[in-house]
């Protein structure tokens, strides 16, 4: 059965968080930012969008196109306030939630949507409940896949709820022009529509697969399945709110993907270092990359097991690099790990091949003691008995080769 997720965004935050405080800037152009050489808008309300501005210009250019825009500096505590309301409204209906950033989630939906009478019930209670709370617009995009929900949550804004399923993607996704697809750079833009490709559906062309596997290079395997809506479907989310982090704020932003690659190895060797004082292992990477403007990204993945092994984390929290670098600047990064435990309280499984001699032995007394004297060994210990019995040498073998050679008796193989 396919996975039902939805991707929960909120509606220009920053600038609607400051409208909620002075209801008397809903109708006039608003923009957050610093008023500074190097600013940029952190977002702007929709009366500054129909005036052309948007998230990421120049605060300098705003103000040339736009000279009566309102403009207010960042209040970071009150915005991160209110999205911990954000967070713990949809928490009540939602326990599986990834937070993506201050301003959007996604939900694992399945098991919960059944109980409302119509499948989109529960989106609508969301989104009026958020309204009605909070005061603040949400966008809602329900799919199959993290790719496809959050492409729908971005079809309609603000309060916009759309669905994208995987037989919609013809029809919707794929006329969509290409700069709208997520994971497609800015910078990419150009490049592709000098070669021609103009839309997602031209993306998805086999007929174009080559040259966009020469302008994406590695990331073009990836991108490929998302448009096809055969990306991934698996959130993450921890258990516990334990967890270790480590982050750095720079003088100055960083713009290419080896210097951030350089930093992350320093701060992901001094977690790993406080994690091994502390005597702690984690089970999930989360990367937290900050834009000039203050817009934060936390994408995160789950290991394979507990660790603090720097290499193993470098290699995780790369991948997440990878995934999400685009070259926009970036003034602050973190890593944390979560989902923690104490070294000695971590059970390992061990697989067939690996078992212990240990735990084999433990496991052998115990079935013993209940059969009340019983006589198990391993195949080992009977063949040594065996040898001493009889004074010869056994060859140890293998149940299949002993069956192997049973069939070759008649000089033929059993089909």
Known sequence: MAKVLFHIDLNAFFASAEELRHPEWKDEPLGIGSNSARG?????????????????????????MVPDLRLV????????????QFFQYIRRYCPKIEILSIDECFADVTEIIGKFPRPLDLAVTLQQGVYKELGLKCSIGVGPTRFLAKMASDMHKPMGLTVLRKRDIPSKLYPLPVEACIGVGAKTVPRLKEAGIETIGDLADPDNEAICEQIFKNSWYDLKRRIHGQSSDELIYST??????HSRTFPSDLYSIEDLQTQLHLLIQE???????KHKKGMQVSLVLRDGSFRNKVRSAKLSGYTND???????VSGLLYQEFEPVGYRHIGVSVGSLQDEDKIIVQPSLFDLPQKVSNSVLDDLNAKLGGGKLMHLGDLLKEK???????????????????GQGKNGKEHE
């Open 240 to 245: 516990t709110r334990k967890s270790i982090s």
């Open 387 to 405: 040898e001493k019995e009889t004074g010869t040498k056994s060859d140890t073998k293998t149940n299949t080769e002993t069956a192997q050679q």
């Open 40 to 64: 940029v808008l952190s977002t702007c309300n929709y009366p500054a969008r129909a005036l052309g501005l948007h998230s990421a210009m120049p605060v300098m250019q705003a103000l040339a």
């Open 310 to 316: 720097p290499i193993v984390i470098n290699e995780a």
């Open 73 to 84: 500096p960042p209040d970071h505590e009150y915005y991160r306030s209110l999205s911990n």
């Open 271 to 277: 977690l790993c270092a406080n994690m091994q004082r």
